[in-house]
């Protein structure tokens, strides 16, 4: 009786799928036919996914951690010293100092301006 109903409802479902698909658009078949491609995908790599996580659930449950737990122990500031930290550094005495600039103004003739911004 259950191989007579799964006979019906195989044939059912076939001739289904003929006359919807002679009433079709091509367009329309290609996004069909792209949804069951992508869902039989999808299928076989979710169960492979199921499967990874389950091993990962039974090997937490056994005990056998994958890694071990890492502490942090930060010491602070000891002895009233400041902490050690980077310092860039210090640059030569000859960039720090500031000397007189000049600035020559591209597009005029022989305009040079000392130190300040005037205008000519």
């Known amino acids: 009786m259950k191989k007579l109903v799964a006979l019906i409802l195989i044939?059912?479902?076939?001739?289904?799928?003929?006359?919807?698909g002679n009433r079709m658009s091509t367009d329309a078949m290609a996004v069909v036919i792209g949804i069951i491609c992508g869902v039989g995908a999808s299928i076989p790599t979710s169960l492979l996914i199921l499967a990874v996580a389950s091993r990962r659930e039974t090997r937490e449950e056994r005990g056998q951690a994958s890694f071990?737990?890492?502490?942090?122990?930060n010491p602070g500031n000891q002895g009233g010293q400041a902490p050690n930290y980077y310092q860039p550094p210090a640059l030569p005495p000859a960039l720090s100092q500031g000397g007189p600039r000049q600035f020559r103004v591209i597009g005029q003739e022989d305009a040079v301006i000392d130190g300040q911004w005037s205008e000519q």
């Not at 044939?11 to 919807?20: E, G, K, Q, S």
């Open 11 to 20: 044939a059912f479902a076939v001739t289904l799928a003929v006359v919807v």
């Open 68 to 73: 071990p737990s890492v502490v942090i122990v």
